[in-house]
């Protein structure tokens, strides 16, 4: 494996930051109208090398993308050894504009220092190539990309590669993706983006962690734990019991791959408030959604069950959390939100009854993993034969999977990744992963590497981003659908 250092968690610099259309043509390789209109002076960046190195030096090559304008070929090269790139111009003329821009958030923005190695083709050259510059900062911005860009003499237009990066840390299709989400990672705050989509992003690492033997990322769990701890009502709680269940599965996950019990005992708190939800008097029983509401849904009661086995899995001695989690299920197996196609609606409407709305992806994934903790727990063989029928139903669900591909029901048409809804399917296929380790015969593993398949070929760009189309096409990244798509590459390599 490549080395992982580790870089230190201190807060980003300030960026300049890109016009949204263009930070989208940035990313594919392509003409840009205008660059940033100021820029400060380059500051060097040191990694195994300090930024400026002679690219006769470098140790590998690797042509990583490339971009044409007025018969030219701009391309970035990389140095993996090295961990550096530069750019080159071929079939150039005297006076072509050659540099590097230098990025820490995916193609976003890029910092005050780019342009780095802004250079000319001098007279009498056919070709030219910019000095060597590192692409991540360890020290301060964290994790970095290159891409190469030129402005042809006489032109009035710059062109752009798209952006890449060394396989530092990106040595398999997990470790790349997982990479590429860590540019959403802000250390100063110690979120993704979002509340509680920050819990589900950091699961993701965190099993990236323990799947691909990737360490290097280990520094977000105590960083996010120790910055948003009093975030809140302290200890990831807040009203909704929702939002606190995906913090005390992280938690939970953290706790498997530290073995700290600060994060167990958050854990536990976190079950705890979810518990004083539980409400008897209507419907007999479950969760409502929040403490300002009498909704009882899905999500909600899912992820109480998935905490409250997990948590029972991992404390000695234990009956209150195993108490909890069969009353749960035996609570939400006759709710009425199990619908008769085996696929899970939303919640209950008034009169205890199945709303019929809509039946969104997560909703028939984290039940999946609940029912896999809660066998561990009892050995319950029940449990697993009531999972395998909704995990069969939702994998040939063909409103869930038009074309064989998974599809979250009003999946966005538009670029980029907004919604809280583009986190969804890794969310599903998180619990469907634990359901298929579950099960001895591994009934999911061709579903989950076909989806993992189609996911490669049709909706990522050069960096190992992802969009919310998994059947394609690329139209942008955000952390919903980078998460969605690390969780996918963890089951499919698990």
């Known amino acids: 494996m490549p080395p992982t250092p580790q870089p230190a968690a201190t807060a980003r610099p300030r960026r300049r930051v890109v016009p949204a259309a263009l930070g989208v ?6 003409v840009v109208g205008l660059a940033p209109a100021a820029r400060a002076a380059n500051s060097s960046v ?24 007025n018969g030219r070929t701009i391309t970035l090269h990389l140095s993996d050894n090295d961990v550096m790139g530069w750019a080159s111009i071929d079939s150039s003329s005297t006076g072509d504009e050659l540099w590097l821009d230098r990025s820490y958030d995916g193609g976003r923005s890029w910092d005050d220092g780019s342009k780095l190695g802004d250079t000319w083709t001098p007279t009498g050259s056919a070709g030219w190539r910019s000095q060597m510059y590192n692409v991540d900062d360890w020290n301060n911005a964290g994790v970095g990309a290159l891409r190469a860009c030129a402005r042809t003499n006489g032109a009035s237009i710059t062109v752009c590669t798209g952006w890449a990066r060394v396989n530092r840390n990106a040595w398999s299709d997990s470790t790349a993706a997982a990479t590429a989400l860590m540019m959403d990672y802000d250390k ?15 699961t993701s690492i965190i099993d990236n962690v323990r799947t691909s033997g990737m360490t290097s990322y280990k520094y977000a769990i105590s960083t996010t734990y120790d910055k948003l701890k009093s975030a809140q009502g302290g200890d990831f709680r807040n009203e909704y019991a929702d939002d606190t269940g995906w913090w005390g599965l992280a938690w939970v996950d953290a706790y498997d791959v530290t073995g700290d019990t600060r994060y167990l005992d958050t854990a536990k708190a976190d079950a705890d408030h979810i518990a004083t939800m539980w409400d008897s008097s209507t419907c007999g029983g479950g969760v409502v959604w929040s403490t300002n509401s009498d909704y009882k849904n899905a999500i909600s009661n899912e992820l109480y069950l998935q905490l409250t086995a997990a948590l029972h899995n991992r404390i000695s001695g234990d009956t209150t959390y195993l108490q909890r989690a069969e009353d749960e299920w035996s ?10 196609g085996n696929t899970i609606n939303d919640g209950l409407a008034s009169g205890c009854v199945n709303n019929n709305q809509v039946t969104w992806t997560y909703n028939q994934g984290v039940i999946l993993g609940g029912l896999a903790e809660l066998h561990r727990a009892t050995g319950d063989d029940s449990l697993l034969t009531a999972a395998r029928t909704l995990a069969d139903a939702s994998t040939s669900s063909s409103y869930l999977n038009p074309g064989g591909t998974l599809h979250e029901p009003y999946e966005p048409d538009g670029t980029g990744c907004v919604s809280n809804g583009d986190s969804f399917k890794g969310e599903y296929i998180r619990g469907l992963g634990i359901l298929n380790k579950e099960l001895s015969d591994h009934p999911y593993s061709d579903y989950l590497d076909g989806q993992a398949a189609t996911l490669k070929a049709k909706d990522r760009n050069t960096l190992a981003q992802y969009g919310p189309h998994w059947a394609g096409d690329y139209t942008g990244t955000g952390n919903g659908c980078q998460h969605s798509a690390v969780d996918l590459l963890n089951a499919a390599e698990s």
């Open 331 to 340: 609570w939400f197996k006759d709710s009425g939100m199990i619908n008769s």
């Open 25 to 30: 043509l940035a990313l594919i390789g392509s």
């Open 46 to 69: 040191c990694d195994i090398y300090c930024d400026a190195r002679d690219p006769s030096h470098a140790t590998s090559d690797r042509s990583a993308v490339t971009a044409t304008s």
């Open 188 to 202: 100063g705050t110690g979120e993704f983006n979002g509340w509680w989509t920050s819990a589900t992003a950091l």
